[in-house]
């Protein structure tokens, strides 16, 4: 079998975010081909791509004006999270800066029905709080018209059939979420999702008639549904029940009265097209066939026959899918290259359930290199959130360990998004370490598995992610042969005393609060419990990261050099939470290579 470096599997590219232009035949979407995300256009399946953006640092978002060749777009800087608003007139390549506040972070909302207007969130009145602005599609930096005064984490989801009304989503936590209807006019803001405890309410959708909304919920079940409320008398309807798996999105295209929904089966997403016959019936169309994976983030078409969408699989590369509703046919209209290497080359994973400590049984994806003899060294690949997910999508890096020798096995362990809501808050505050040792159960399952070596098992993970490996070196250090922490909380009380103050609230409700709960939260810390570690441990860092300080990253390091364990530290200067530009990715990756070369 050939062999590829890891660089190779680093310029393999990915196009997603497809946005339609007014006609319906242009498609702008993102792709990594010069090594961030920059904006693209193409005219049709298999028409060549337009390049129309040229930064050093990503682009985040793309939408297409509703009535003229123009584009808005997002970008921060450094991998700063500030991100400004930009317009882009595809005919002339004229881009402006529409906000001009780089110290505030701006969030779309959308154009308005006739693209004269659009909306944002932003916290450049208070950097703790979020707030609502309009401003004219042609107007700079503080002509915004400000229209409500937020107090909490306020994003935007779309105006109302007649343009009067704004859907404001407000976010208390990961699992805890409230929506607002607010009059564009006066600033009058309606509160119409009360529930006690905590409930999710997410992709929130005007309905055609602008008196309901679409949106999946768990207020009334463990797992998300797609319910409809009816605003007028506050009444919630099911409209689509998942069953034992959640509804993880909805799109409403109001003139078409045509719908799309997704259930997230196991990690795998199971999409449904069809047709709103009434409020609370949708008539399932024909659905094309997409491979198996994740496939999101579904934009209409003009008149709704048709909707762009992003598909991704463990074996597939990102692309941007046009699907046919009348044909019940998709097209891929993107080719992010595969930098050569052939995409049968690209592993699936195996689906498995790995029993834990008390019983339960933790879902994960184990992948094996095909024509593999031996025992195998592992990947035990953690993700972050940690309200998230590991799904099977593409992940170059994971496809270059499986090309090269290495198994991996990635973990959804309890707390993770997916399954339900009671799955998803049994990590929560007094119960973090339970997640911890859901990852000792995954290596003892490994142990037991006739291709695994159970001397070279390597804990690896970003963000929260990355407090699951140091914690999980601190507290089992005889499973592993060695850790690589990316952005990763080495210490909850620091942690939460230096994020950016926009995120502080949010993340207490998940990890607990520095008030009450800063005892604990010491206790269970990675850096409370160094002297166990005996792995060697690489830590990389964005110097610019406004979720998890570097700070984190510089106290681990030498707490772990002081017990004489081998230590290696990368800090990029111009990265955040995370390694957007392609040159940092391969200095990056290229010495975690080394580094598990040299360890393991």
């Known amino acids: 079998m050939t062999t590829y470096d890891i660089e190779r599997y680093l310029n393999v590219r990915s196009a997603y975010g497809g946005s339609f232009d007014p006609e319906g035949e242009r498609l ?18 298999g028409e060549w791509p337009v390049q129309r953006t040229f930064y050093d640092d990503r682009v985040t978002f793309v939408d297409y004006s509703p009535e003229r060749q123009e584009l808005a777009f997002g970008k921060d800087q450094g991998g700063d999270e500030r991100a400004q608003l930009f317009t882009l007139d595809v005919g002339t390549g004229e881009i402006t800066n529409r906000t001009q506040q780089p110290d505030a972070k701006h969030r779309w909302g959308g154009w308005d029905s006739d693209g004269e207007r659009f909306a944002f969130a932003s916290n450049r009145r208070d950097h703790t709080v979020f707030d609502i602005y309009v401003q004219d599609r042609d107007a700079v930096g503080n002509d915004a018209e400000l229209v409500h005064e937020g107090d909490g984490w306020l994003s935007l989801s779309g105006w109302s059939p007649d343009d009067d009304r704004l859907l404001v989503h407000e976010a208390h936590s990961s699992f805890d979420h409230d929506v607002h209807v607010l009059d564009v006019s006066d600033g009058g803001i309606s509160h119409v999702t009360p529930h006690e405890g905590r409930a999710r309410y997410s992709s929130v959708e005007w309905g055609p008639d602008g008196e309901s909304l679409y949106m999946v919920t768990d207020h009334d079940s463990d797992t998300l549904r797609l319910e409809r409320l009816d605003l007028s008398e506050g009444e919630f309807s099911v409209v689509e029940d998942g069953g034992e798996w959640n509804v993880d999105g909805v799109s409403v295209d109001e003139e078409s009265r045509r719908v799309a929904y997704s259930r997230n089966v196991d990690g795998y997403t199971d999409l449904t097209v069809g047709e709103l016959v009434d409020p609370d019936r949708i008539d399932p169309a024909e659905s094309p066939t997409f491979p198996d994976g994740v496939v999101g983030g579904v934009e209409w078409g003009p008149n ?32 992010a290259a595969t930098a050569g290497i052939p995409r049968e080359t690209f592993v699936e994973p195996q689906l498995v359930h790995v029993p834990s400590f008390d019983g339960r049984e933790i879902p994960g994806f184990f992948s094996v290199p095909e024509d593999s003899e031996g025992e195998l060294p592992v990947i035990v690949d953690i993700h972050g959130g940690p309200e998230s997910q590991r799904r099977p ?54 142990q037991d598995h006739p291709d695994v070596d159970a001397d070279r098992i390597v804990a690896y993970g970003g963000s929260y992610g990355g407090f699951m490996v140091l914690s999980a070196l601190t507290e089992y250090p005889d499973l592993w042969a060695a850790g690589v922490d990316v952005v990763g909380i080495a210490n909850f009380v620091t942690f939460l005393e230096n994020t950016s103050d926009w995120r502080r609230s949010l ?33 990389l860092h964005g110097e610019n990261d406004p979720r998890v300080p570097v700070s984190e990253a510089e106290q681990i390091v030498e707490d772990v050099r002081d017990q004489g364990v081998p230590v290696r530290k990368l800090i990029f200067p111009d990265e955040g939470h995370g390694f957007s530009k392609l040159d940092n990715r391969i200095r990056a990756y290229s010495a975690v290579v080394e580094f598990l070369d040299e360890h393991v």
């Open 28 to 45: 702008a979407f993102l792709m990594d081909t010069t090594g961030t995300a920059q904006v693209w256009t193409v005219d049709g399946p």
């Open 304 to 335: 709704g026959d048709r909707y762009a969408l992003t598909v991704t699989a463990s074996s597939d590369n990102t692309n941007v899918h046009v699907g046919d509703v009348p044909a019940g046919e998709s097209e891929r209209w993107t080719d």
């Open 393 to 446: 999508s593409f992940r170059p890096v994971k496809q270059y360990f499986l090309n090269n020798g290495y198994a991996v096995f990635e973990p959804n362990v309890r707390g993770s998004s997916g399954y339900g809501k009671e799955y998803a808050g049994l990590d929560d505050v007094r119960n973090r370490m339970d997640s911890v040792k859901d990852l000792k159960a995954g290596v003892e399952w490994l």
């Open 507 to 539: 993340r207490e409700a998940e990890y607990g609060s520095l008030d009450e709960d800063r005892e604990f939260l010491q206790e269970i810390s990675p850096t409370n419990n160094i002297e166990n570690i005996a792995a060697p441990l690489f830590v």
